[in-house]
């Protein structure tokens, strides 16, 4: 199983409302990651888990809460956006440098969170 | 972090090789060259990567200057399916966790 499951795929918000989006893989991945896409421009790459602790924070507002209960699970909580924080949001994963095996260091990603904040 | 320079967009003929280039003059020696791709509607999926030698998997090819200040992401016969944004990413040591995208190249595929 090969895949970066994201949920939901569409999601509208008012600025006042709290939501989370949500990412799941099962391959046992300890590396997980979030980006935020706005059109026509490249992923912006905000937090990085490394089994189940935080070790980057791209300098991202507050207002997002990233969450890593388990190695298999990252959420992103979400609270008093503004409407330039609509955007597609993508979830990713990788094997981490502690693990033995060999691998190629691949980020797998998920098809992403449209987000539409009013 | 070292940064890429990628073309804004290319054209290919269906069937056609293709030549994806990018420069990263500042590149250091731990530095990985990684190439992603993101058709549309879609997350970015791994293409290749390299550090020195040129290198082949079943989706392309990349080729490394012998300087490593740039490379070349070579599609042998594109197809339609292949029109995408391909991403020339460097990163550091192979598992560097700060995996950050350059403006990378739209492809467009002519029939």
């Known amino acids: 199983d090969t895949e970066v499951t994201q949920t939901p795929k569409h999601l509208v918000m008012g600025m006042t409302n709290k939501k989370s989006l949500k990412c799941e893989q099962h391959m046992g991945h300890r590396a997980m990651y979030w980006y935020k896409q706005k059109a026509k421009k490249p992923p912006e790459l905000m937090f990085v888990?490394?089994?189940?602790?935080?070790?980057i924070n791209e300098s991202v507002p507050s207002r997002f809460s990233p969450e890593c209960p388990n190695s298999s699970l990252l959420n992103l909580h979400l609270h008093a956006l503004q409407p330039e924080d609509s955007a597609l949001y993508l979830c990713?994963?990788?094997?981490?440098?502690?693990?033995?095996?060999?691998?190629?260091?691949?980020?797998?990603f998920g098809e992403g969170s449209r987000l539409t904040v009013l | 972090d070292a940064k890429t320079t990628q073309p804004n967009s290319m054209e290919s003929n269906e069937e056609e090789p293709v030549h994806l280039p990018c420069n990263h003059s500042?590149?250091?020696?731990?530095?990985?060259i990684h190439w992603y791709r993101q058709l549309p509607s879609q997350g970015p999926e791994y293409v290749i990567h390299g550090l020195t030698s040129n290198v082949n998997n079943r989706m392309a090819s990349l080729a490394i200057a012998e300087d490593r200040k740039s490379s070349t992401l070579i599609l042998h016969r594109a197809t339609l399916r292949d029109a995408a944004v391909y991403y020339c990413?460097?990163?550091?040591?192979?598992?560097?966790?700060?995996?950050?995208f350059g403006p990378g190249t739209r492809l467009s595929v002519l029939p």
């Open positions: 990413i460097l990163r550091y040591t192979l598992y560097g966790q700060n995996f950050v």
């Open positions: 888990y490394s089994y189940e602790k935080l070790s």
């Open positions: 990713a994963s990788s094997q981490d440098q502690k693990t033995a095996t060999a691998n190629t260091g691949e980020l797998f």
């Open positions: 500042t590149i250091s020696g731990t530095d990985y």
